[in-house]
């Protein structure tokens, strides 16, 4: 009889790091941002042409926080990472947001590290141990050649997951649930959970590639649970404390995202919610009191 699948607490987690102070995606966001006692950092990783899995939400370089090797900003989105091998990706400075840019305006706080590089995986889980993280495959349905296809990617990062001997400290998540369904098939020891957004739902056949909530009467959570769970990672403005109650008589963990507003916060708390991914971890009510920490449960 296979071991059961122990589901880690959720608790508070940094987006990119926590991108509303530091620069998102980074060895040094990353440092920054555990130093304010997150339970976890979630990331985003992509691939580069040679084949090495790196940490970065754009499939091609943002010129809102990239400049070049000689420091100058990008002016429009760079070549896809797919494209260029790891060296070319390492020349990028990505340690400061554009000054007058509308993502600049966005994050006011952020405190910039220049000189900061896109990471490698590999670096992440290697040169911060004692850290969970919740790992986002980027690829999309709509545009497949803009990255690796879902299940090599998904591959690939289990392979650098393995190499750090981080499997009990990882949660793999997408978008597509090409990819972790991929994790499902052929490593059901590794915790998955599954994004979604209204955009996503309403295109559901596409973004997972062939169900729906109507085959589900309509129920997001039921479907999630139908992919074996164990946890659903919703968009929290879609949320209510009636889809959070179905979705834990399911069996299912509740991680909502991205969730900056602390009224809001403490909205989802009041409803059970298991996790709340953040910008802004510094606003967060605390997650670890005795009434809001959850429990690693089998499922």
């Known amino acids: 009889m296979s071991k059961p699948l122990i589901t880690p607490p959720l608790g508070l987690q940094g987006h990119r790091g926590a991108r ?10 990353f440092r920054s941002v555990r130093a304010l006692g997150v339970d976890a950092i979630e990331l985003d ?44 990706v390492s020349r990028y400075d990505v340690g400061r947001l554009r000054p007058g840019s509308r993502y600049a305006a966005s994050f006011p706080d952020q405190r910039p590290a220049d000189g900061a590089r896109i990471p ?3 670096d992440v889980l290697c040169g911060i141990p004692d850290m969970r993280f919740t790992i986002e495959l980027k690829s999309d349905p709509r545009d497949p050649d803009r990255n690796a296809p ?22 793999v998540e997408s978008f597509d649930w090409r990819g972790p369904r991929h994790v499902r098939r052929i490593r059901p020891d590794i915790v998955l959970a599954w994004l979604t957004r209204p955009a996503t739902e309403r295109d559901a056949v596409l973004w997972w590639d062939g169900p729906s909530p109507a085959d589900f009467g309509g129920s997001v959570p039921r479907a999630v649970a139908a992919e074996g769970g164990p946890i659903w990672a919703p968009e929290y403005t879609g949320l209510t404390p009636d889809l959070v109650a179905e979705a834990h008589e399911l069996g299912l963990r509740v991680l909502a995202w991205t969730v900056n507003d602390p009224a809001a916060m403490r909205d989802l708390l009041g409803w059970g919610v298991d996790g709340l991914i953040t910008d802004r971890p510094d606003l967060a009510p605390q997650l670890n009191s005795a009434e809001n920490s959850p429990k690693a449960t089998p499922v």
């Open 120 to 122: 490698t995986l590999a």
């Open 20 to 29: 509303g102070l530091f620069p998102e995606n980074t060895l040094e966001g």
């Open 150 to 171: 879902p299940a090599v990617l998904a591959e690939a990062t289990l392979g650098v997951i393995d190499a750090a001997a981080a499997g009990a400290r990882v949660v």
């Open 45 to 88: 990783v992509s691939m580069t042409a040679d084949k090495v899995v790196v940490v970065s939400h754009d499939l091609s370089p943002n010129p809102d926080l990239t400049r070049d090797a000689s420091g100058a900003w990008l002016s429009a989105p760079g070549p896809r990472l797919r494209d260029l091998t790891f060296a070319d």
